[in-house]
């Protein structure tokens, strides 16, 4: 469904972001992208729908090919990625609603969304969202009244209303207390899911990814060097993606986790 | 890796700005024998001074028994042009600095298109008023065009600068996510950048209504309309009465405007 051919993305600076990475994903799958800081994760799903240019290679989503795509193109192509940002990226001064709607915007004309003249099956679809997320109380809130996790939770709306094929996740749960990262991570993959979406998402937590994806990448200085199922992060693999470590704590850490999530 | 060693007990100073010792003297030095120069050269003739303190005198003291009655009609048409030119002159100027504000934001033109705004700015920042109404009194003749198109003028500078700055320092998180669900530019600018950068944008228009207003008075100083004339007619005949109330008028104004604009403000944080 989404495919990168030899995608590379060398920096203005000399840094070389991505070497060549190579990936499938098959409808429905959501995966897991691991690495330290620093090892191309944001680049890697923002060269996907070209928040940043790659440099060369090729990326197709279904049978289009995005890296050639011009402008009007581009926007069309848009709307089938919904991206999920690490610090929520909601317009603060923007209500709920507003927020949610905007996830629309590719589908409607400037002046209609100008004077926020959504067509009614938008407004339904919104509501149907925001009570699936637990926020349909919220909708006329301005953004910055939110907490962290409910702040995501719009976020998750907005892309989701888009009615996208793919989801491009971006650290979701980085500036979110233990609880409400677990608790995002599940409805991301719950509504993948349920809608049968298929998603990269970036993620700082090994632990936190091994709970809940059926597939892992890590990724080390822009390129591959892990590729399987969660069970394969080994002490040694954990080695080559971050370094040298004690990782056992790490893993009995998702082993209790595990635990907790059966009961 | 340095011993640590080396370094406990010892004291910790501040590194200073410039390296060089003997330059940071030299410079120290310099200033102060430059403002000791400056100051030598300024040449007070302090006979004149003292006769001048009786006409000062005269002045303050209007104050405490302002005419407002003897030249009522003067005043209120010379405030009633100054008003209309200030609001024409701040609405004109105000849609027109939004577009240009977009394209001297770095981050959001292209190169040329930045350099073109960016040097209108330059050109209306560089021309002060005065020189500007002058020109255009000459070209228009006298009047309240003048003051407006000058005033027009002015603020463009002013509001386009400051409007793209802090354009330029937005969120970018926020605007790219608004990008990422594919809408269209103008879409983007309206849902991503405007309200980010709303609250800046009215907290400026209402700061540049009132500097207008305060320039509209001076603006009548070279003929160019408003209550400045008047207020120069009543300089020009001594009546100090009746500038000292033209002067609290504007007082008042400017006051209840500077409540207005932190009322509104407050409300669109």
């Known amino acids: 469904m989404l495919r990168l051919e030899k995608l590379v993305k060398t920096y203005k600076t000399g840094d070389q972001a991505l070497k060549a990475v190579e990936l499938e994903i098959p409808e429905g799958q959501v995966l897991a992208l691991i690495g330290p800081s620093g090892a191309g994760k944001s680049t890697l799903i923002r060269c996907i729908n070209r928040l940043v240019e790659p440099t060369s290679g090729k990326v197709y989503l279904g049978g289009v090919e995005l890296t050639g795509l011009s402008s009007g193109n581009l926007r069309r192509e848009r709307r089938r990625m919904g991206m999920i940002f690490q610090e929520y990226a909601l317009v603060e001064r923007l209500s709920v609603m507003e927020n949610v709607l905007s996830g629309r915007l590719g589908y409607v004309g400037f002046w209609r969304s100008f004077l926020r003249r959504y067509p009614q099956s938008d407004i339904d679809e919104a509501f149907r969202l925001l009570d699936r997320v637990g926020l349909a109380h919220m909708a006329d809130k301005r953004a910055d009244e939110l907490s962290g996790g409910q702040r995501q939770r719009v976020g998750i709306c907005r892309a989701l209303i888009q009615d996208p094929a793919l989801l491009l996740v971006d650290e979701p749960t980085a500036s979110l207390d233990p609880k409400t990262s677990r608790q995002i991570m599940r409805l991301i993959c719950e509504l993948c899911k349920e809608r049968g979406l298929a998603a990269i998402i970036n993620i700082h937590d090994v632990a936190l990814a091994q709970m809940f994806v059926q597939r892992v990448i890590g990724l080390r200085f822009g390129a591959v060097e892990f590729d399987g199922p969660p069970e394969g992060l080994t002490p040694d693999v954990l080695t080559t993606i971050y370094g040298e470590e004690d990782w056992e704590a790490t893993i009995e850490k998702v082993d209790e986790d595990d635990a907790e999530v059966a009961i | 890796m340095t011993d640590v060693n080396t370094l406990i007990g010892k004291p910790w100073r501040k590194p200073p700005f410039i390296k060089r010792r003997w330059l940071r003297w030299v410079l120290l030095i310099g200033a102060v024998a430059y403002l000791i120069a400056a100051y030598m050269t300024i040449d007070v003739n302090w006979a004149r001074v003292y006769e001048g ?217």
């Open chain 2, 53 to 269: 303190l009786e006409r000062g005198k005269q002045f303050v003291l209007a104050f405490t028994s302002p005419d407002f009655s003897t030249r009522s009609s003067d005043i209120y048409e010379g405030m009633l042009e100054s008003v209309i030119m200030t609001i024409a002159a701040s609405v004109v100027g105000i849609v027109i600095s939004i577009p240009i504000a977009l394209g001297a934001a770095r981050n959001i033109a292209p190169l040329p298109v930045y350099l073109i705004c960016r040097s209108i700015i330059a050109i209306s920042r560089a021309l002060q008023e005065i020189i500007v109404a002058i020109l255009l009194v000459a070209i228009f003749g006298f009047g309240p065009l003048a003051g407006f198109l000058t005033l027009s003028f002015a603020t463009i500078g002013f509001l386009s600068k400051l409007l793209a700055e802090d354009i330029e320092s937005m969120d970018k998180v926020q605007a790219e996510a608004i990008k990422a669900s594919g809408a269209k530019w103008t879409q983007w600018i309206n849902y991503g950048v405007q309200p980010q950068v709303m609250p800046r944008l009215i907290g400026l228009s209402i700061y540049r209504v009132d500097i207008n207003f305060r320039e509209s008075a001076i603006l009548g100083l070279v003929g160019a309309g408003g209550i400045g004339a008047t207020l120069n007619t009543a300089f020009d005949r001594y009546e100090y009465d009746t500038a000292a109330a033209i002067l609290l008028i504007i007082i008042v104004i400017v006051m209840a405007l500077e409540y207005i604009s932190g009322v509104i403000r407050a409300r669109v944080q």
